[in-house]
C-alpha cells in the first residue's frame, strides 16, 4: 500500500536558510535515519521524497466555470506550512507508524493513495 507522507510545520521550526551547519546537519541525519530504517526493513520502499519551498513560492490555480485563476501563494492560509513529503510504499499502516518515528517531530498527515484501475 502506498502512502503520501506530508510533512507539516508548525512555524515553530526555524527556516532552513537561518540554521546553523550543525543544527543543518542534525536535521538531516533524522532524515537520513528514516531512510535507513526504511531500505533495512522488508516491504518498505521510499518511492519519493522532496523538501518543498516555502508557502511564498506557491502558486495556487482554481478553475472556475471554465476560467483559470492563478493566485501567489498556497491554497489556504494556515499556521501549519506544508515542508516536503515522502511517497512510500509498506505493507500498511501499522508499519509506517513504526518506521516514521525516525523522522523529525513535525506534524505529519499520512495519506493513502488510491489503487487505480488500468
Not at 14 to 30: C, F, H, I, V, Y
Not at 55 to 83: K, S
Not at 89 to 102: K, N, Q, R, S
Request: charged share 25%; glycine share 10%; hydrophobic share 45%.
Amino acid at each position: 500500500m502506498k502512502y503520501l507522507v506530508l510533512l507539516m510545520d508548525d512555524g515553530d521550526e526555524r527556516p532552513w536558510n537561518e540554521m546553523t551547519d550543525a543544527e543543518q546537519g542534525e536535521l538531516m541525519a533524522k532524515f537520513g535515519a528514516f531512510d535507513a530504517v526504511c531500505a533495512a526493513r522488508e516491504g518498505v520502499e521510499i518511492l519519493s521524497g522532496e523538501a518543498l519551498g516555502a508557502p511564498e513560492t506557491f502558486t495556487t490555480v482554481r478553475t472556475r466555470g471554465g476560467h483559470v485563476q492563478l493566485t501567489d501563494g498556497p491554497y489556504a492560509e494556515a499556521i501549519e506550512g506544508l515542508g516536503g513529503f515522502y511517497l512510500v510504499e509498506v505493507p500498511d499502516l501499522d508499519v509506517l507508524l513504526e518506521v516514521i518515528t525516525e523522522l523529525p517531530a513535525y506534524d505529519l498527515q499520512l495519506v493513502p493513495a488510491l489503487e487505480m484501475p488500468e
